[in-house]
Structure formats: structure tokens, C-alpha cells
């Protein structure tokens, strides 16, 4: 005869005098095993350092934002310590540290200093603007451009030219002509577009330099050929410039180098530093840095002057400033053109400190401003 199966049974009070049986519940049992339930080894634990660090390198050389680098350092803590080693921030790319003026922290300042004692040269330079245009401390921004511009960085060494144009920081004696066209025609030799139109400019007008006007005007169409080739290689779609323009047309998108030919280049990219000193400026009191200074006059640039009429005005409406001749060109071909307009030669003779305005055929490269 077999075993009765007992269940075993609970007694539930409902009432004061009821009473009911109902079955207990019973235990579950667990199906797997304890070892099985364990989590397995990471395989990211098992790639060596050495391996993960260049990984990482290549992430940094190729990242298009901050928050693609970012992202790395909330993973984990071992890729968080290898990521901020100064072999990976050495490789940081320029959009990388494109830090927004809006979001400017401590914290911010802290990770570009980083990145500059990791030897990275963008963030040299990056940190040496901010500090010298924003931040106001003239020499220490100024060490950091020239330290970036020895290892031969071409936008350091032509910002550095254009503050020994101006005299920026100091007096208007300060100006060092031969120093700025030296650093120029090292930028332009690196084929820094904005420095081969600088240093056109000066040696077709004998600025610092022996006149020499054929020379400085194939430095121009070597300005205009490169940017041309910057627009090829960035892989813009060409049908959108690469076509003859109505001439009752006005074309606004563009950059109209190369006109004979039909190009309208689209506008160059702006580099983050002179992305910052436009929003710093923007966000801190509109379109002044304040105390009568005035800001140059083109968009991409975002320099402001360091002391009054350091910068020079539009030789036909005297209305605009720009910090260089470079500026000057550009914003002709982007915007000014078509808002110039003459005015009496009483309101445009000078601004005071010399500053006398020079008359020309106007046509962008042609008509600049005179250096003082």
C-alpha cells in the first residue's frame, strides 16, 4: 500500500468564532545552480592596456563633438583612467575640445589645462586664445599661442602674427611689422589660407615688407586655390556653388572666389577658438567687449580689440572693423559687399589715431585697409 501524501495546511482566522483551512504555500526550489548564476569574466578585462590606449588614440584623433569623447569616460573607470592618460589627450581632436562658451566651467578650464600639459597643440592654442582675449591674461594666452606655434601649428603662429600687427595687449608702438609678416610667411608657408592672404596683402602694398605687388598677388590666388581645394576635399556636394550665377542674381551663400570661373566657395569653417570668442562676447554684452572696444568686424573671427581704435575701419563707409587684412577679404565676400556704401570724406578721414582710410577700386582683395 502506498504512502498518503500529506499537505501541510494553515488555519486562517477571518472571524472572531470562523475558522478555515487553506494549503500553505510551498517553497520554490531553485532550478540552477549558484555558479551558473554568476556573471561571466568582461571581455573588455581581458584586451591589454597597451591595445586599449591605442584604440582610444584613434577615438580621440576622430571625434567629431565632445560628447563622442565624453561618453568614453562614463563607461567605466578603466577606460575613464586610460582615456585622460596624456597619450590620449595629446591626440584630442579639434571639434574634440570645441568647448561652447555658453557651457564655459571651471571644470572646462581644468580638462583644457590637462590636455595642454598632455602636449596637445590645439588645446594650446584653444586655451591661449581664451585666456588672452576673454579671460585677459594677455601673457600667459600669448606663451601658450607661442608654444603651440615652435611646434609649427599654423593657426597659432598666424594669430600671433595679427597681435604683432595690432600691438594687441599693449600700446600702438608695440606693433612689430617685421614680426608679424616673419610669423605670417611661416603660417602661409604651412599653406594657413587667412596667412597666404595676409602676407599677399603686405607685400602688395610694402607693409612691413619690400613692395612687391606680383608676388603678393599670386599669394592671393594661392589663397583662393587652396580654400578652393579645402571645399573639394571636405566632400561638399559640388552642384550646390560649382555653377554660373544668374547676373541679375544676388549670391549671398557663398564666398565668390575664383569668379571668373563660376565658384561660388562656400564659406570656410570656423575654428572652434574663434567660435568661442564670438559667443563669449555674444552671451557677455551683444556685439562689444565693452569700455568703447569694438569686435572685428567678420563673423568667423571673434576677436576683440585690447585697447580703442586698435583695429581699423572700412576704407569707403568706415562702419565695419577688422583685425586684418584677411578678415577684411572675407567678410567683403561674405557680407559686406553689399551693405557698403560711401560716405563724406569729413566722417571716413581717420578715426584719431591715424587710422586714415585710403581710396580704390573696390573689388574684395584689391581695396584694403591701410595699416597705420
Given amino acids: 500500500m502506498l504512502p498518503v501524501r500529506k ?16 494549503p500553505g504555500n510551498k517553497r520554490r ?5 549558484p555558479a551558473s548564476s554568476k556573471a561571466g569574466p568582461d571581455l573588455l578585462d581581458t584586451i591589454p592596456d597597451d591595445l586599449v590606449v591605442s584604440i582610444l588614440r584613434r577615438l ?16 567605466c573607470k578603466r577606460l575613464k583612467s586610460l582615456a585622460t592618460s596624456p597619450l590620449v589627450l595629446s591626440r584630442l581632436s579639434r571639434k574634440a575640445i570645441a568647448v561652447k562658451a555658453q557651457n564655459w566651467t571651471e571644470e572646462a578650464h581644468r580638462f583644457l589645462k590637462r590636455c595642454v600639459d598632455a602636449g596637445s597643440l590645439e ?18 594666452g600669448a606663451s601658450l599661442m607661442a608654444k603651440a606655434a615652435i611646434s609649427s601649428y599654423a593657426p597659432a603662429l598666424y594669430s600671433l602674427a595679427v597681435i604683432q600687427f595690432n600691438g594687441s595687449g599693449g600700446s600702438k608702438n608695440d606693433k612689430d611689422l617685421r614680426a608679424g609678416v616673419a610669423l605670417c610667411a611661416r603660417a602661409a608657408f604651412l599653406g594657413h589660407v587667412d596667412a597666404l592672404r595676409e602676407l599677399g596683402h603686405c607685400l602688395q602694398d610694402g607693409y612691413g615688407v619690400p613692395q612687391n605687388v606680383s608676388e603678393g598677388r599670386r599669394f592671393l590666388v594661392q589663397a583662393n586655390a587652396r580654400e578652393l581645394a579645402a571645399v573639394l576635399s571636405s566632400g561638399t556636394d559640388a552642384r550646390s556653388w560649382l555653377t554660373l550665377p544668374h ?9 565668390p572666389l575664383l569668379s571668373d570661373f563660376g565658384c561660388n566657395v562656400p564659406a570656410p569653417e570656423i575654428h572652434p577658438a574663434n567660435r568661442f570668442l564670438a ?4 552671451v557677455r554684452g551683444g556685439d562689444a567687449p565693452g569700455d568703447g572696444l569694438r569686435l ?3 563673423g568667423g573671427c571673434g576677436r576683440p580689440e585690447t585697447r580703442k581704435h586698435e583695429f581699423r575701419r572700412c576704407s569707403v563707409c568706415g562702419v565695419v572693423n577688422y583685425c586684418s587684412r584677411a578678415c577684411q577679404a572675407l567678410d567683403w ?10 560716405v563724406e570724406q569729413d566722417a571716413a578721414g581717420g578715426d584719431g589715431e591715424g587710422n586714415v582710410q585710403m581710396e580704390g577700386n573696390v573689388d574684395g582683395d584689391n581695396v584694403l585697409v591701410p595699416m597705420s
Fill in 7 to 22: 499537505t501541510k495546511r494553515t488555519f486562517n482566522s477571518t472571524d472572531a468564532g470562523d475558522g478555515v483551512f487553506t
Fill in 29 to 33: 526550489r531553485c532550478l540552477s545552480s
Fill in 60 to 75: 580621440a584623433s576622430t571625434s567629431r563633438c565632445p560628447a563622442d569623447f565624453i561618453s568614453v569616460l562614463m563607461t
Fill in 123 to 140: 588645446a594650446c592654442y584653444t586655451l591661449g586664445m581664451i585666456r588672452f582675449y576673454c579671460l585677459q591674461n594677455r601673457g600667459n
Fill in 247 to 255: 547676373p541679375n542674381q544676388t549670391q549671398t551663400g557663398g564666398c
Fill in 279 to 282: 559667443d563669449w562676447f555674444a
Fill in 296 to 298: 572685428c568686424s567678420h
Fill in 333 to 342: 565676400k561674405l557680407r559686406h559687399k553689399m551693405d557698403c556704401a560711401p
